[in-house]
């Protein structure tokens, strides 16, 4: 028995945003509760609504700048990079800027859309 597993396939989130989402392990692509780890480009002038994730999410940042709202802060991050959010904090994520953002994404446990309380906008 194998004591490792190489994804070839992804599993592509459908989005109407134009982000790329391509979950290489994570409850949608393996059926693992426990982590979901994804690699995403975000398009320029992209942004999501204030949302309180139910889990932790760190987020490396490959190529370009993402802009993060945690509570009060504006923080951006650009390539080389990275922040972890703590579960139940209010967040938005962006990309403000010019340039496609490219990064990677892993959350504790693993993404779930009814785990994430998003706010209207």
Same mark, same amino acid.
């Given at each position: 028995m194998k004591k490792y597993t190489i994804q070839k396939s992804p599993f592509v989130v459908p989005t109407t945003d134009g982000k790329v989402i391509e979950e290489h392990f994570g409850k949608a692509s393996t059926q693992d509760p426990n982590l979901s780890l %994804?690699?995403?480009? %975000? +398009?320029?002038?992209?942004?999501? +609504?204030f949302q309180t994730p139910e889990f932790d999410e760190y987020t490396y940042i490959i190529k370009g700048k993402k802009q993060f709202i945690v509570a009060d802060d504006i923080v951006v991050l650009e390539a080389g990079q990275s922040i972890k959010i703590t579960k139940n904090t209010r967040v938005q994520y962006s990309n +403000?800027?010019?340039e496609p953002c490219e990064y990677i994404a892993i959350c504790l446990p693993a993404f779930e859309f009814n785990k994430v309380h998003r706010e209207s906008e």
């Open positions: %994804a690699h995403m480009i %975000a +398009p320029p002038g992209w942004k999501e +609504p +403000p800027f010019s």
